[in-house]
Structures are given as C-alpha cells and as structure tokens.
C-alpha cells in the first residue's frame, strides 16, 4: 500500500518570502501525486497534479511541484507568498489502479507573517 | 455551479445515538468516498462507492455504515458502535474510469459527540 509523509507540521513564513513544503511518498510504483490546500473550516482544493511527464508541474495560485523520483518527493514550493496562502496543505498519493483511492499525509500548517 | 453539497455543516449529539451525515452531488460522477480528518492525522478513509448500490470499505470502516442508492447521493451513518465520533467529516467525489481524475471535495461536516 501507499503512504505520505510530511515532515514538517508548521512552518512559519514571512509575506512575500518562498515557501517549500516536503512530501515523500511510499509506493513501488509510479505513483499518482496531489497537493491539496485547506482552509480553515472548509474542504480541499487540488493545487496541482502529477502523473507522468515533465516532472516540475504548474498549479494554481502560483504554485508549482518537483517529482524526484530518486527522493521519493514531490516537494511543493511558491517564490513569493501572499497572507492568503495560510492554510494547511495536503501531499496525496494515488496507485496505479482504477479505484482512485488516495493516501494523504497528516498536513503541513502554514502561517504566513506580515 | 456543479458541487458538492454537504449538510449540515455542525452537528452535536449524544453519546450512543447513530446520526447521518449527508452528501449529495451535481458532477454526475459515478465514486464517492467518506473520509475523516482529525488533527495531525491527516484524511482517513471510511468508505468509498464506484457504482449505485456497491460500496467498500475504506481503511477506518469500523463503526460506519453507507448507502448509495443514488447516483448522487452517499449518506454515512456514524453509530454508537464508534469509540471516538468526534471529528471533521469530508465527503469527496470522482468521474470512476476517468485516468488521473482528482477528488472533488465538499466543505465538510463537524460532528461532535459528547
């Protein structure tokens, strides 16, 4: 079976400043990849996907993702944060099945300071 | 606007009492899944649907219970038997058969057991 780990579970950063947030995957496979974002009290919204290709994937909201299959990582990352990206964010991994069952990691909160 | 409509968004009962939680959806697409979130633990999942009047049960099933007599509709039934009832309840979707689809998420349910 598949799992996801992300180290951190906070991470604080200052407006305008990057932002990286880590995920490795544990699948034998090719995996499917998702970033998730989640605002408080609210459900989840896709960021970006990766199924195969190019391995740096563009999302929405100025995000973009690297696939390393050497790392087993999908880190996602924003050059410049805005005080709307505090959220917390989801790194999911799907196998290659058809039953789209996916494994989310535990959640990265991000606080972003002014 | 398509969606996913979950209600209602608080719900407090009793121990020992069952309550349903509802999910109901305009995407015409054919799985749904439950899934719980609790703090630090990430998105587990309860149940998932592909088909009307099919169902499985995810990886925290105990305790649960489902139905999918519509297409657009997948109810979960929280019961007594569940130790620990107290969380944030998502209900998501996805066109089944679809490669690389992403799930769609409602905004959630809280449910709070005292």
């Known amino acids: 079976a598949q799992s996801v780990t992300q180290p951190d579970i906070h991470i604080t950063v200052s407006e305008g400043a990057s932002l990286e947030l880590r995920c490795n995957y544990s699948?034998?496979?090719?995996?499917?990849l998702f970033w998730y974002v989640q605002s408080p009290g609210q459900g989840l919204q896709l960021l970006l996907k990766?199924?195969?290709?190019?391995?740096l994937v563009q999302g929405i909201k100025g995000f973009e993702a690297e696939f390393k299959r050497s790392q087993s990582s999908f880190n996602l990352r924003k050059p410049s944060v805005h005080w709307s990206d505090a959220a917390e964010y989801f790194c999911a991994v799907g196998a290659n099945s058809n039953d789209y069952k996916l494994s989310f990691g535990a959640g990265t909160t991000v606080t972003v300071r002014a | 606007d398509g969606g996913i409509t979950q209600s209602p968004k608080y719900l407090f009962r009793k121990e020992g009492q069952n309550v349903t939680l509802s999910c109901e959806q305009n995407?015409?697409?054919?799985?749904m899944y439950w899934y719980r979130q609790d703090p630090g633990q990430g998105l587990r999942l309860i149940y998932y649907s592909q088909i009307v009047n099919d169902f499985q049960k995810g990886d925290i099933a105990e305790g649960y219970s489902v139905s999918r007599e519509k297409k657009e509709s997948f109810p979960l039934t929280v019961t007594s038997a569940q130790k620990n009832p107290t969380a944030f309840y998502l209900c998501?979707?996805?066109?089944?058969?679809?490669?690389?689809?992403?799930?769609?998420f409602g905004n959630g349910t809280r449910l709070t057991v005292t």
């Open positions: 998501a979707s996805s066109p089944f058969g679809v490669e690389n689809s992403p799930l769609h």
């Open positions: 995407l015409n697409h054919d799985a």
């Open positions: 990766y199924f195969s290709g190019d391995t």
């Open positions: 699948y034998g496979a090719t995996p499917y």
